[in-house]
């Protein structure tokens, strides 16, 4: 009963042929799957053609870094987009333009850190609350360029924009003596010594000192004391690229600071 039952379940087939047929088909199934992993290892690429293939490479990470992590750009310096100025000092201090002029007085002071190589706070003063600004550096080709939130990107200069206030500063000398015109809206004016006070000379009281400002084509002179009157002096084209100060005494030429 139990051999007619077996050969139901195996019609044809004697005992010992099924065995063989079993192991033959045990065999079978293991060449395919080695033939299988074979042809897979076959082509798969290999880490090191890879690494010498650009083409191979870009397939695996198409999308480079826009800034070098291990090289931090410089943020330090002058930034604009044309509209507005920004300068982030040395000393963590950042003043910030409604307009290009750094002679103007700044729309905000405060200061700044660096938070990782493509970002960058601003911090106010002057703020009740404490109100934090997040710049986040970028590339467009080789430029950098600093994204503030609400004004045009920035790029930066090594040196501020110039003007019509970068051709004052220095010294200049007259009839009168010497203005010295400083970058921080500063002057200071020395008579010759021994001289007089001159009827129209701008600097005819020694340690004449104060503000100044260019209006169109007008050097104001702002003194500190109460009792010295504003000084107003022409500015006059001499040369092609070289200007001059005109006063009631007489021209100023600039010369080298000593």
């Not at 198409?62 to 604009?80: F, Y």
Request: overall charge neutral; glycine content about 10%; hydrophobic content about 40%.
């Amino acid at each position: 009963m139990n051999t007619s039952r077996s050969a139901r379940s195996f019609p044809f087939v004697p005992e010992p042929a099924r065995r063989r047929c079993a192991a033959s088909g045990a065999c079978a199934l293991a060449i395919v799957v080695s033939f299988v992993l074979a042809l897979v290892g076959a082509c798969a690429p290999n880490p090191a053609d890879t690494m010498n293939n650009p083409t191979a490479a870009a397939q695996l990470d198409s999308t480079p870094m826009p800034l070098d992590p291990t090289a931090p750009v410089i943020v330090e310096g002058w930034w604009s987009n044309g509209r507005q100025l920004l300068h982030l000092a040395d000393d963590g201090a950042y003043q910030l333009w409604s307009g290009t002029n750094r002679f103007d007085e700044p729309h905000q002071n405060g200061r700044w850190s660096r938070l990782n190589y493509k970002a960058l706070m601003l911090e106010p003063y002057g703020i009740r609350v404490r109100e934090q600004t997040r710049c986040e550096l970028d590339r467009n080709g080789s430029e950098v360029r600093l994204l503030i939130p609400g004004l045009d990107s920035m790029v930066r200069f090594e040196a501020a924009p110039g003007g019509m206030e970068e051709r004052m500063l220095g010294l200049w000398k007259g009839p009168g003596g010497t203005l010295l015109i400083s970058s921080d809206g500063r002057y200071r004016a020395e008579a010759p010594a021994g001289a007089g006070a001159s009827p129209g000379s701008p600097i005819a009281l020694a340690g004449h000192a104060g503000r100044w400002i260019v209006d169109r084509s007008t050097l104001l002179l702002l003194p500190d004391s109460p009792t010295v009157p504003p000084v107003l002096l022409a500015l006059e084209a001499h040369g092609e690229k070289s200007i001059r100060l005109r006063a009631g005494d007489g021209a100023y030429h600039r010369v080298p600071v000593p």
